[in-house]
C-alpha cells in the first residue's frame, strides 16, 4: 500500500468522455433519483489514462458489510456507487489479473460524497475547450454557462491502478456462487486465498474477486499440484467464499486424474443460508502499552479445516469499547481468527497475528488479549516518483505518543535514524523499480511503540 500522492487528471477528451458516461449505459447501477453517490475514477499510475472493466465494491468498514455494487468501470473508468447513511466507507477494487491498486483515496481520507445531487444534474455539464489537468471536478475551471443552472460541482473519487509485476495466469478458477436451498446465484460474495481481502480497504490480488448479480467469479494463480507420477491432481489451498448471511465455504475443486487443468470454468460454490443454531460467540481484548484501546474495528476471518489462511468474513467486524473489548456473536461452529486494526490508517498496528479460535456449535471462545502498536501514517507530500540519480529525498511521518527515536527502512535495511518525525536520505544506490520503505519507533526503554504499514515508493531512471 502506499501513501498520499498527487493526483493529476488526464486532458480534456478523456474528461468529456467521462461525463458523456454519465448519459450513457455501461456506467454501472445508477443510484435511485435524489440518492447520495460517490463517483470513483480510476486512472493508471504510469500514463494517467483511464482504466476501464474493473469492478468497485463500496464496503462499510464498521460492519465489514457491502453498501454498494459491485460496479465494473466504463470506458472513461468511472463508475457511480450509491451511498447512505453508513459507517466510514471504503472501497475494494478488483483488478483482475492486470491491475493492482497504487493508491486510493479512503487509505488516510474519507471518501468524497456528492450529497443531495441527483445524477440527472450531470447531464447538462459540457467541459469548456480551457480545461486543464485537474484534481477533481470540483477544482476544474468550468464556466457557468456551460452548467445547467441546478448544477453543483461533481467531486470525485481517484483510484491510481499499476500493471502487476506478475500479472495473473494459469491456473484459472471461473464459476458461479449460489444459494445452496434455492439455486440462484448470489452477489456480493467474496472469493479469495488471500487473507483479508474485505475490510482492507485496498487491491484485491490476483486470486480475489466478488460476484455480481449473476454470481459470477473468476480468479487466477490457483494453486493445483500433481501427486509424484501418479497424474492425480489436488488443490493445494481452498478458495474461501463469503458472504453475509451465510456458511463462510471452504472449497476444493479435485482434477480429473491424469489431466492437469489450466483452465477450470463452471464451477458451481454452493453457500448455505445460516441458521438458528449458528449461535456461537467470541470475545477479546484490544490493548496498547497495557491500556485499552477503545474504538478499533477488528475484523473476523474462518480459518479452513487446513489452517491454509483466513479471509475476512463480509459482515463480521466489531468495534470494541472503551474497556478495549469486542464481541462477536450469531457464529457458526468452526475456526476463527480476530485482527484488530484492519483497516488502513485507522491508527492500529498489528503484526503479531491471533491464534485461531475453535468454537463448538453455540460455543463461547476467547481470543484473549491482544496487542497492537500506534500505526505511524506518511504525511501529504512525501515523494512519490524519485526520478534522478543521488537523489536526496526527504520523508515525513506522523508521531507517535511516546516514542523516543524512529528508525527509517529501505527494502528491510535500516538507512536513518531520528529523533523526530522526518529524515533526509542519499538514494545513490536505489535500483529502478517498487521499493519499499518503512518507520519504526521505539520508547526509550527500546521497546517498539509504532510501526508504519506496508508503504511503497517507485524509483524511475531518467533516459
Given at each position: 500500500?502506499t501513501?498520499?500522492?498527487?493526483?493529476?487528471?488526464?486532458?480534456?477528451?478523456?474528461?468529456?468522455?467521462?461525463?458523456?458516461?454519465?448519459?450513457a449505459s455501461g456506467?454501472?447501477?445508477?443510484p435511485?433519483p435524489?440518492?447520495?453517490?460517490?463517483?470513483?475514477?480510476?486512472e493508471?499510475?504510469?500514463?494517467?489514462l483511464?482504466?476501464?472493466?474493473?469492478?468497485?465494491?463500496?464496503?462499510?468498514?464498521?460492519?465489514?458489510?457491502?453498501?454498494?455494487?459491485?460496479?465494473?468501470s466504463?470506458?472513461?473508468?468511472?463508475?457511480?456507487?450509491?451511498?447512505?447513511?453508513?459507517?466510514?466507507l471504503?472501497?475494494?477494487?478488483?483488478?483482475?489479473a492486470l491491475w493492482?491498486?497504487h493508491?486510493?483515496p479512503?487509505?488516510y481520507?474519507?471518501?468524497?460524497?456528492?450529497?443531495?445531487?441527483?445524477?440527472?444534474?450531470?447531464?447538462?455539464?459540457?467541459?469548456?475547450?480551457?480545461?486543464a489537468?485537474?484534481?477533481?471536478?470540483?477544482?476544474?475551471n468550468?464556466?457557468?454557462?456551460?452548467?445547467?443552472?441546478?448544477?453543483?460541482?461533481?467531486?470525485?473519487?481517484t483510484?491510481?491502478l499499476?500493471?502487476?509485476g506478475?500479472?495473473?495466469?494459469?491456473?484459472?478458477?471461473?464459476?458461479?456462487?449460489?444459494?445452496s436451498?434455492?439455486?440462484l446465484?448470489?452477489?456480493q460474495a467474496f472469493?479469495?486465498?488471500?487473507?483479508?481481502?474485505t475490510?482492507?480497504?485496498g487491491?484485491?490480488?490476483?486470486?480475489d474477486?466478488?460476484?455480481g448479480?449473476?454470481?459470477?467469479?473468476?480468479?487466477?494463480?490457483?494453486?493445483?499440484?500433481?501427486?509424484?507420477d501418479t497424474?492425480?491432481?489436488?488443490?493445494?489451498?481452498?478458495?474461501?467464499?463469503?458472504?453475509?448471511?451465510?456458511?463462510?465455504?471452504?472449497?476444493?475443486?479435485?482434477?480429473p486424474?491424469?489431466?492437469?487443468?489450466?483452465?477450470?470454468?463452471g464451477?458451481?460454490?454452493?453457500?448455505?443460508?445460516?441458521?438458528?443454531?449458528?449461535n456461537?460467540?467470541?470475545?477479546?481484548?484490544?490493548?496498547?502499552?497495557?491500556?485499552?484501546?477503545?474504538?478499533?474495528?477488528v475484523?473476523?476471518?474462518?480459518?479452513?479445516?487446513?489452517?491454509?489462511g483466513?479471509?475476512?468474513?463480509?459482515g463480521?467486524?466489531?468495534?470494541?469499547?472503551a474497556?478495549?473489548?469486542?464481541?462477536f456473536s450469531?457464529?457458526?461452529?468452526?475456526?476463527?481468527?480476530?485482527?484488530?486494526?484492519?483497516l488502513?490508517?485507522?491508527?492500529?498496528?498489528?503484526?503479531?497475528?491471533a491464534p485461531a479460535?475453535d468454537?463448538?456449535?453455540?460455543?463461547?471462545?476467547?481470543?484473549?488479549?491482544?496487542?497492537?502498536?500506534?500505526?505511524?501514517?506518511?504525511?501529504?507530500?512525501?515523494?512519490?516518483?524519485?526520478?534522478w540519480?543521488?537523489?536526496?529525498?526527504?520523508?515525513?511521518?506522523t508521531?507517535?505518543?511516546?516514542?523516543?527515536?524512529?528508525?527509517?527502512?529501505?527494502d528491510?535495511?535500516?538507512?536513518?535514524?531520528?529523533?523526530?518525525?522526518?529524515?533526509?536520505?542519499?538514494?545513490s544506490a536505489?535500483?529502478p523499480?517498487?521499493?519499499?520503505?518503512?518507520?519504526?519507533?521505539?520508547?526509550?526503554?527500546?521497546?517498539a511503540?509504532?510501526?508504519m504499514?506496508?508503504d511503497?515508493?517507485f524509483r524511475?531512471?531518467?533516459?
Amino acid at each position: 500500500m502506499t501513501g498520499r500522492r498527487s493526483l493529476r487528471r488526464f486532458l480534456l477528451p478523456g474528461m468529456v468522455a467521462a461525463l458523456l458516461c454519465y448519459t450513457a449505459s455501461g456506467c454501472g447501477d445508477d443510484p435511485r433519483p435524489g440518492a447520495d453517490f460517490i463517483i470513483v475514477n480510476l486512472e493508471a499510475e504510469s500514463t494517467r489514462l483511464p482504466v476501464p472493466g474493473v469492478k468497485v465494491l463500496l464496503m462499510d468498514a464498521s460492519t465489514n458489510l457491502p453498501v454498494a455494487g459491485p460496479v465494473v468501470s466504463d470506458g472513461a473508468g468511472r463508475c457511480l456507487l450509491e451511498t447512505t447513511e453508513a459507517g466510514p466507507l471504503r472501497l475494494i477494487v478488483c483488478g483482475g489479473a492486470l491491475w493492482a491498486v497504487h493508491w486510493q483515496p479512503d487509505w488516510y481520507m474519507p471518501l468524497r460524497t456528492n450529497h443531495g445531487q441527483s445524477t440527472g444534474d450531470l447531464r447538462g455539464l459540457t467541459a469548456p475547450a480551457s480545461i486543464a489537468s485537474t484534481a477533481n471536478l470540483s477544482t476544474a475551471n468550468m464556466s457557468t454557462s456551460n452548467m445547467s443552472t441546478s448544477l453543483a460541482p461533481a467531486v470525485e473519487n481517484t483510484v491510481v491502478l499499476r500493471l502487476r509485476g506478475s500479472p495473473g495466469g494459469l491456473p484459472r478458477f471461473s464459476g458461479t456462487v449460489v444459494d445452496s436451498e434455492t439455486g440462484l446465484p448470489l452477489a456480493q460474495a467474496f472469493v479469495s486465498l488471500s487473507p483479508w481481502t474485505t475490510g482492507y480497504g485496498g487491491g484485491a490480488a490476483v486470486s480475489d474477486d466478488v460476484t455480481g448479480p449473476d454470481g459470477a467469479f473468476a480468479v487466477h494463480d490457483i494453486p493445483v499440484a500433481m501427486i509424484g507420477d501418479t497424474g492425480v491432481g489436488f488443490q493445494v489451498l481452498p478458495l474461501i467464499v463469503s458472504r453475509a448471511g451465510y456458511h463462510t465455504a471452504h472449497f476444493v475443486h479435485t482434477p480429473p486424474s491424469g489431466i492437469d487443468h489450466p483452465e477450470v470454468s463452471g464451477l458451481i460454490i454452493e453457500l448455505t443460508p445460516l441458521g438458528a443454531a449458528d449461535n456461537g460467540t467470541l470475545t477479546g481484548r484490544i490493548l496498547r502499552a497495557g491500556v485499552p484501546v477503545g474504538g478499533l474495528v477488528v475484523g473476523l476471518g474462518s480459518v479452513s479445516s487446513a489452517a491454509k489462511g483466513a479471509v475476512g468474513i463480509a459482515g463480521r467486524a466489531a468495534l470494541t469499547g472503551a474497556d478495549g473489548r469486542f464481541d462477536f456473536s450469531g457464529l457458526p461452529a468452526g475456526a476463527y481468527v480476530v485482527h484488530p486494526g484492519f483497516l488502513v490508517g485507522d491508527g492500529a498496528w498489528f503484526g503479531g497475528g491471533a491464534p485461531a479460535v475453535d468454537l463448538a456449535p453455540g460455543g463461547a471462545g476467547d481470543a484473549g488479549d491482544l496487542v497492537v502498536l500506534h500505526e505511524i501514517a506518511p504525511v501529504f507530500g512525501n515523494p512519490h516518483d524519485v526520478a534522478w540519480a543521488d537523489s536526496i529525498v526527504t520523508f515525513r511521518w506522523t508521531p507517535v505518543p511516546g516514542a523516543a527515536r524512529y528508525g527509517w527502512f529501505l527494502d528491510g535495511e535500516l538507512l536513518a535514524e531520528s529523533a523526530v518525525e522526518t529524515v533526509t536520505v542519499n538514494l545513490s544506490a536505489l535500483a529502478p523499480g517498487l521499493h519499499a520503505w518503512q518507520a519504526s519507533a521505539v520508547d526509550a526503554a527500546d521497546l517498539a511503540v509504532g510501526v508504519m504499514q506496508n508503504d511503497a515508493w517507485f524509483r524511475r531512471e531518467v533516459p
